[in-house]
């Protein structure tokens, strides 16, 4: 517990940090101090990170569906966007000081004076006044100024008091640098900091824009044949539907899982595998959005093994309305399909509800010289598949990473991340999902389902 409490400590803080910088650089530094402009971007690093937390905490709490998706919207967008705004930010502190030499370059070269002032004052061609000149001496004084120096002091003395330009006194939220030669508007750094914070502002608007778009219009189907030893040949070229990480909830609902289970008809498949993490919340909230996928159509049916997001949203309601929509569960479980075994194991995080997996219940009578392929939604269980002798094993989990650069983190925690790779005989295939969670935006890892066709080598 006093660990956990730490945790939450070291995050919340680290948070505070980030949100301090923001405000720094896209507020305090581009802003007129008492603005408007000011005022309202404080208020905005304020509320925005407020709304985070109540979307990430309102569906453990239990409050009511229609204000979890109005605190989802705001706070999940803003998660994404301050983590692409700081990056874009980072990177603007290498520019910063390049732009800042470069100004001051430019400044100088064009100041009055310097590209000139070594050349002799031409010679005025008007005659001399004949203006009789005093032979009289001209007695000195003690700190008494000569008379050409008297002349010209008056000049000297108004060019130092004269007023500053507006902006240079640091009022602007600057730290007090001169503005360029000539210049009226604000001072060179302010200006810098302008085009740097407004850069890194287009560009985190413009990635997560993209991302959001990419994750609202569907995912994209993928094909990709795996080659199984032990298939038997009447079953060379059978289609599995992969779909993971639906995620419905206050963001994604109806019309996501309509746009899913039309991409999976249209690729007319044998079989459908939803593998783990369908939702993200009740069956009382989720329902109606689960509903089309009772329209799955494949010749061998629709099958579903539990995500550790089924087991934080009610598994056993949720287990018992997939049935209704006519998907079978496997919950520690295989069936027989022609030509191989398909098993399904309940996700790890069911271990917390006493419901984990059991790959002994699932697999450990079968009949080894056939074919296996394994439902299991996170790959860390890969190595128990190796053990019980499956052929293949068919994941989600990851994302992919979902956010750049969440895929390196993502690496340290699961085996694969994304794609086909082989530990000893058995093949492992992992899904980036065909939803997201928290952010509906992602980043270098594009939503998919997948078609794994597989291939027999008897054939």
Do not use: C
């Given at each position: 517990?006093?660990?956990?409490s730490?945790?939450?400590?070291?995050?919340?803080?680290?948070?505070?940090?980030v949100?301090?910088?923001?405000?720094?650089?896209?507020?305090?530094?581009?802003?007129?101090p008492?603005?408007?402009?000011?005022?309202?971007?404080?208020?905005?690093?304020?509320?925005?990170?407020?709304?985070?937390?109540?979307?990430?905490?309102?569906?453990?709490?239990?409050?009511?569906?229609?204000l979890?998706?109005a605190?989802?919207?705001?706070?999940?967008?803003?998660?994404?966007?301050?983590?692409?705004?700081?990056?874009?930010?980072?990177?603007?502190?290498?520019?910063?000081?390049?732009?800042?030499?470069?100004?001051?370059?430019?400044?100088?070269?064009t100041?009055?004076?310097t590209?000139?002032?070594?050349?002799?004052?031409?010679?005025?061609?008007?005659?001399?006044?004949?203006?009789?000149?005093?032979?009289?001496?001209?007695?000195?004084?003690?700190?008494?100024?000569?008379?050409s120096?008297?002349?010209?002091?008056?000049?000297a003395?108004?060019?130092?008091?004269?007023?500053?330009?507006?902006?240079?006194?640091?009022?602007?939220?600057?730290?007090?640098?001169?503005?360029?030669?000539?210049?009226?508007?604000?001072?060179r750094?302010?200006?810098?900091?302008?085009?740097?914070?407004?850069?890194?502002?287009?560009?985190?608007?413009?990635?997560?824009?993209?991302?959001t778009?990419?994750?609202?219009?569907?995912?994209?189907?993928?094909?990709?044949?795996?080659?199984?030893?032990?298939?038997?040949?009447?079953?060379?070229?059978?289609?599995?539907?992969?779909?993971?990480?639906?995620?419905?909830?206050?963001?994604?609902?109806?019309?996501?899982?309509?746009?899913?289970?039309?991409?999976?008809?249209?690729?007319?498949?044998?079989?459908?595998?939803?593998?783990?993490?369908?939702?993200?919340?009740?069956?009382?909230?989720?329902?109606?959005?689960a509903?089309?996928?009772?329209?799955?159509?494949?010749?061998?049916?629709?099958?579903?093994?539990?995500?550790?997001?089924?087991?934080?949203?009610?598994?056993?309601?949720?287990?018992?309305?997939?049935?209704?929509?006519?998907?079978?569960?496997?919950?520690?479980?295989?069936?027989?399909?022609?030509?191989?075994?398909?098993?399904?194991?309940?996700d790890?995080?069911?271990?917390?509800?006493?419901?984990?997996?059991?790959?002994?219940?699932a697999?450990?009578?079968?009949?080894?010289a056939?074919?296996?392929?394994?439902?299991?939604h996170?790959?860390?269980v890969?190595?128990?598949?190796?053990?019980?002798?499956?052929?293949?094993?068919?994941?989600?989990?990851?994302?992919?990473?979902?956010?750049?650069?969440?895929?390196?983190?993502?690496?340290?925690?699961?085996?694969?991340?994304?794609?086909?790779?082989?530990?000893?005989?058995?093949?492992?295939?992992?899904?980036?999902g065909?939803?997201?969670?928290?952010?509906?935006?992602?980043?270098g890892?594009?939503?998919?389902?997948?078609?794994?066709?597989?291939?027999?080598?008897?054939?």
């Open positions: 517990m006093l660990l956990v730490l945790v939450l400590v070291l995050v919340v803080g680290l948070l505070g940090v949100h301090w910088y923001v405000w720094r650089r896209l507020v305090r530094d581009v802003t007129v008492g603005g408007p402009a000011r005022r309202l971007g404080t208020v905005a690093l304020i509320v925005l990170p407020l709304l985070s937390l109540g979307a990430l905490t309102a569906g453990r709490a239990g409050v009511p569906f229609p979890q998706q605190l989802a919207w705001p706070g999940f967008l803003w998660l994404a966007l301050l983590l692409y705004v700081v990056l874009a930010l980072v990177v603007g502190e290498a520019v910063r000081p390049l732009l800042l030499r470069a100004l001051d370059r430019r400044a100088a070269a100041a009055p004076g590209a000139g002032a070594a050349a002799p004052a031409p010679v005025s061609a008007a005659p001399v006044s004949a203006a009789p000149v005093s032979a009289a001496p001209v007695r000195a004084t003690a700190g008494a100024p000569a008379p120096e008297a002349k010209e002091a008056p000049e003395s108004g060019a130092s008091e004269a007023p500053a330009s507006p902006g240079t006194d640091g009022a602007d939220g600057t730290d007090g640098a001169p503005a360029s030669p000539g210049a009226a508007g604000p001072s750094r302010l200006f810098v900091s302008r085009v740097v914070g407004g850069a890194a502002a287009a560009a985190a608007l413009g990635t997560v824009g993209h991302g778009y990419g994750v609202l219009r569907g995912p994209r189907v993928k094909r990709v044949t795996v080659p199984l030893a032990k298939l038997a040949r009447g079953a060379h070229g059978y289609r599995i539907a992969v779909v993971s990480d639906i995620h419905l909830g206050p963001i994604l609902g109806r019309a996501h899982t309509r746009r899913i289970v039309d991409a999976i008809n249209a690729t007319q498949p044998d079989l459908v595998a939803v593998v783990g993490d369908m939702v993200d919340g009740s069956v009382e909230d989720l329902g109606r959005a509903e089309p996928l009772a329209e799955l159509r494949a010749r061998d049916g629709s099958f579903f093994v539990t995500g550790n997001h089924e087991y934080f949203s009610g598994a056993e309601e949720w287990v018992d309305h997939v049935r209704e929509l006519g998907m079978r569960p496997l919950r520690n479980e295989r069936v027989e399909i022609a030509g191989f075994d398909l098993a399904g194991v309940n790890v995080a069911g271990e917390n509800y006493g419901d984990g997996p059991d790959f002994a219940a697999l450990g009578d079968r009949d080894r056939r074919a296996a392929v394994l439902l299991a996170q790959p860390v890969i190595h128990d598949a190796v053990e019980h002798g499956v052929d293949l094993q068919l994941s989600g989990h990851t994302h992919g990473g979902q956010l750049w650069p969440g895929n390196f983190l993502a690496e340290l925690a699961n085996p694969t991340v994304a794609g086909l790779e082989r530990y000893g005989d058995t093949q492992l295939y992992v899904s980036r065909a939803g997201a969670w928290g952010p509906p935006v992602r980043v890892a594009p939503s998919d389902i997948t078609v794994v066709e597989l291939a027999s080598k008897q054939a």
